[in-house]
C-alpha cells in the first residue's frame, strides 16, 4: 500500500523543479532585440489597485483536512481493486462513465477510502445512501454498522481508530450500486439544499475571490472536450475535479470572485461550454476570473512540456521553454477571444496572463508575444517569500546547513534575504504590468519554505520549517510581505493554500486541519488581519 500523503500534494515537484527552471531562466542571455517593443495600448487606463485578499482552496482528495463538503464521499479516493491477502491485487474494475463499480469479479471487492486522517474528520454516526443493489462493509474496525436497510445504511464512526473505508462487497450487475452518498453527522436533512460545510463558509465569508486552481485538478489535467470534465453524477471529486456547478454555487454563497484555470488540453467547444454556465448562474455583481491552465512555465508540470511541444510545433521558437512561453500567450489569446464572444462586453469578466515572479523577462516575453497584453486585463504572479533548500551549497544555503540553524538564524534570513527578495521581484513585475497597460494580481503567495531535489527527506530541516511556520515572527513576515504589496501597487493577492495537513512536501496550509484554532497559527491570523485591515468582513 503507497503512502496515503503521496503525490497528491499541489507542490511536490514545485520546490524541487523551481530552482533549476529558475535558475535556467536566469541564465538566458536577454539582447536588446529580444525583448518586446513598448506596446501601445489605446484608450487603457490602469485601475487604481485595490489590495484584498482571495484564497486558493486546496484540492479535493481523501487527505483534505479541510473537508468542504458535508458528503465525504465526494472527497474519497478512487476505487481500489482487492483480492486475496496483497493490497491492490485485484483485477481491473468494470468502471461506467461516472466511476460507479459495475460489476465485481469472483472473490473481488472494491475499497474506497472516505477520510485517510485519523482523529481529523468527526466522530458520530455516518448515514450513507445509495442507489441500486448492493453491499458495503467497513474496511477497518473504526465503527460498526448501526443499522442497515435498501439504499441506507448508519455507521458509528469513532475517527480516533484510524481511516475511514468502505469496501464494496457485492453489487448487482443489473442495478448496480450507485450515487453513493456519505453524509456526516448532523446534516441528512441539509445536504441536498446545501453541500458545504457551515465551517468551511464561514472560514471564508468574506474573501474577495477563490481561486480553484487544485479543485479544478489543473495540473497535469487529461481533460481536452466538455464531455471530459467532472459531473455532479461521477464517483467522487479527487480524479476530475470539482464540476463547475458547485464552484459557481459556493462563490455565490460566500458572495466572491470566482477563478478558473482552464485545462491546457481543453478545446474551444470545452471553454464556451464551461464560460457560457458560469456567465449564466454565476451572480452578475461577482466576476470570472479565468486564467489558462497553471504556471506554463514549470518544468515539473505536464502542461509545460505540452505548451513546450505545441510552441515548437507551430515554429513559434527553437527551444521548448521559449517556444512555451509563445505559445502560453498564443493560446491565451485564443482563449480570451472565445471568452469576450461569450460575455458580450459585459464588465464581469477578467482574463488572467500567469508568469513566473522571480524573472519579469519571462512576462515581457508572454506580453509582448502576437500582442497578448492588449487581450488581457491582468498579470499573475506568485512572490513567495522563499527558502528553497537543496543538497548543494547556494551561498552558504543548503540542506546540511540549514538543518543546523534554529530559529533566529532561519528568520534572520527570512527578513534580511527573502523579504527583499520578494519585494524586489513585486517590484519588478509592477514595472512590466505597467508598461503593458495590466493590473498586477498574485495568483499565489506567502511562505514558501521547503526542502528540494532530496533534501525533503531530511527530518531535521523538515522539523525546522514545520516550527517556523507556527512561530509568531511568521506572522510578521505575511505582514511585510503585504506591506511591500501594497506598497508597489499590487491588486489581489491570493494566498496558499486555505487548510492542508503539512509535511515534507511544505507546510502550505494556512491551518493544518478543519479544527485548529484559527487564533493559534500566526500565519492565519496575520493573514486575515491583513484582509480586515482592507476592510473584508472577515472571521477570526
Known amino acids: 500500500m503507497k503512502s496515503i500523503f503521496f503525490s497528491g500534494r499541489r507542490k511536490f515537484f514545485l520546490g524541487s523543479v523551481a530552482l533549476l527552471v529558475a535558475g535556467l531562466f536566469y541564465k538566458v542571455k536577454v539582447r536588446a532585440k529580444d525583448r518586446p517593443q513598448n506596446i501601445k495600448v489605446s484608450n487603457r487606463v490602469i485601475p487604481t489597485p485595490n489590495p484584498r485578499l482571495g484564497i486558493n482552496l486546496a484540492g479535493i482528495a481523501d487527505w483534505n483536512s479541510e473537508q468542504p463538503f458535508v458528503d465525504f464521499f465526494t472527497m474519497s479516493r478512487q476505487w481500489v481493486s482487492q483480492a486475496g491477502t496483497?493490497?491492490?491485487?485485484?483485477?481491473?474494475?468494470?468502471?461506467?462513465?461516472?466511476?460507479?463499480?459495475?460489476?465485481?469479479?469472483?472473490?473481488?471487492?472494491?475499497?474506497?477510502?472516505?477520510?485517510?486522517?485519523?482523529?481529523?474528520?468527526?466522530?458520530?454516526?455516518?448515514?450513507?445512501?445509495?442507489?441500486?443493489?448492493?453491499?458495503?462493509?467497513?474496511?477497518?474496525?473504526?465503527g460498526a454498522i448501526a443499522k442497515k436497510e435498501p439504499g441506507r445504511m448508519v455507521v458509528l464512526v469513532n475517527a480516533n481508530k484510524g481511516a475511514f473505508a468502505l469496501d464494496l462487497v457485492s453489487t448487482n450487475p443489473n442495478n448496480y450500486l450507485r450515487n453513493v452518498r456519505v453524509i456526516a453527522p448532523g446534516f441528512e436533512k441539509t445536504y441536498q439544499d446545501n453541500p458545504w460545510h457551515p465551517n468551511f463558509l464561514k472560514r471564508w465569508s468574506g474573501v474577495a475571490c477563490v481561486r480553484f486552481m487544485d479543485f479544478m485538478t489543473t495540473n497535469n489535467s487529461p481533460q481536452m472536450h466538455w464531455q471530459d470534465r467532472p459531473t455532479l453524477g461521477q464517483a467522487g471529486f479527487s480524479d476530475k475535479g470539482v464540476p463547475v456547478e458547485l464552484m459557481v454555487d459556493l462563490a455565490n454563497?460566500?458572495?466572491?470572485?470566482?477563478?478558473?484555470?482552464?485545462?491546457?488540453?481543453?478545446?474551444?467547444?470545452?471553454?464556451?461550454?464551461f464560460a457560457g454556465y458560469v456567465k449564466k448562474n454565476l451572480k452578475p455583481n461577482l466576476r470570472a476570473w479565468y486564467e489558462y491552465s497553471n504556471e506554463l512555465w514549470n518544468g515539473g508540470f505536464q502542461q509545460t512540456h505540452y505548451a513546450g511541444e505545441m510552441g515548437k510545433k507551430?515554429?513559434?521558437?527553437?527551444?521548448?521553454?521559449?517556444?512555451?512561453?509563445?505559445?502560453?500567450?498564443?493560446?491565451?489569446?485564443?482563449?480570451?477571444?472565445?471568452?469576450?464572444?461569450?460575455?458580450?462586453?459585459?464588465?464581469n469578466l477578467v482574463k488572467v496572463i500567469g508568469s513566473l515572479?522571480?524573472?519579469?523577462?519571462?512576462?515581457?516575453?508572454?506580453?509582448?508575444?502576437?500582442?497578448?497584453a492588449?487581450?488581457?486585463?491582468?498579470?499573475?504572479?506568485?512572490?513567495?517569500?522563499?527558502?528553497?533548500?537543496?543538497?548543494?551549497?547556494?551561498?552558504?544555503?543548503?540542506?546540511?546547513?540549514?538543518?543546523?540553524?534554529?530559529?533566529?538564524?532561519?528568520?534572520?534570513?527570512?527578513?534580511?534575504?527573502?523579504?527583499p527578495e520578494s519585494s524586489k521581484w513585486i517590484e519588478d513585475c509592477k514595472?512590466?504590468?505597467?508598461?503593458?497597460?495590466?493590473?498586477?494580481?498574485?495568483?499565489?503567495?506567502?511562505?514558501?519554505?521547503?526542502?528540494?531535489?532530496?533534501?525533503?527527506?531530511?527530518?531535521?530541516?523538515?522539523?525546522?520549517?514545520?516550527?517556523?511556520?507556527?512561530?509568531?515572527?511568521?506572522?510578521?513576515?505575511?505582514?511585510?510581505?503585504?506591506?511591500?504589496?501594497?506598497?508597489?501597487?499590487?491588486?489581489?493577492?491570493?494566498?496558499?493554500?486555505?487548510?492542508?495537513?503539512?509535511?515534507?512536501?511544505?507546510?502550505?496550509g494556512l491551518l493544518r486541519n478543519n479544527d485548529e484554532n484559527p487564533k493559534d497559527s500566526p500565519k492565519f491570523s496575520a493573514v486575515i488581519q491583513w484582509a480586515k485591515s482592507r476592510g473584508q468582513k472577515m472571521n477570526l
Open 374 to 419: 492588449n487581450y488581457a486585463d491582468v498579470l499573475a504572479v506568485a512572490p513567495y517569500v522563499s527558502l528553497n533548500v537543496s543538497p548543494q551549497d547556494d551561498k552558504g544555503i543548503s540542506e546540511k546547513s540549514v538543518a543546523s540553524w534554529n530559529l533566529d538564524r532561519l528568520f534572520e534570513y527570512l527578513n534580511k534575504v527573502a523579504i
Open 86 to 142: 496483497g493490497w491492490g491485487t485485484g483485477p481491473a474494475l468494470d468502471l461506467d462513465a461516472q466511476g460507479w463499480v459495475k460489476a465485481l469479479a469472483p472473490g473481488c471487492r472494491a475499497t474506497r477510502f472516505i477520510c485517510s486522517l485519523d482523529r481529523q474528520y468527526p466522530s458520530g454516526e455516518y448515514v450513507i445512501l445509495y442507489d441500486g443493489e448492493g453491499d458495503f462493509k467497513l474496511t477497518f474496525p473504526v
Open 253 to 273: 454563497r460566500l458572495e466572491t470572485d470566482a477563478w478558473f484555470c482552464f485545462p491546457h488540453q481543453a478545446d474551444d467547444d470545452y471553454v464556451q461550454q
Open 314 to 347: 507551430l515554429k513559434l521558437a527553437d527551444q521548448p521553454w521559449e517556444a512555451g512561453w509563445k505559445f502560453t500567450a498564443h493560446r491565451s489569446i485564443e482563449i480570451f477571444k472565445l471568452l469576450d464572444e461569450v460575455y458580450a462586453g459585459q464588465s
Open 431 to 508: 514595472k512590466v504590468a505597467n508598461r503593458f497597460g495590466l493590473q498586477l494580481v498574485a495568483y499565489e503567495g506567502g511562505q514558501h519554505l521547503v526542502g528540494v531535489m532530496g533534501a525533503e527527506n531530511n527530518k531535521a530541516l523538515t522539523e525546522l520549517l514545520m516550527d517556523a511556520n507556527t512561530d509568531k515572527r511568521m506572522g510578521q513576515i505575511y505582514a511585510k510581505n503585504f506591506q511591500a504589496w501594497e506598497q508597489a501597487g499590487g491588486d489581489l493577492f491570493c494566498t496558499f493554500n486555505s487548510v492542508s495537513n503539512w509535511s515534507k512536501w511544505g507546510s502550505w
Open 357 to 372: 515572479a522571480a524573472n519579469h523577462f519571462i512576462s515581457e516575453q508572454i506580453l509582448g508575444f502576437e500582442s497578448a
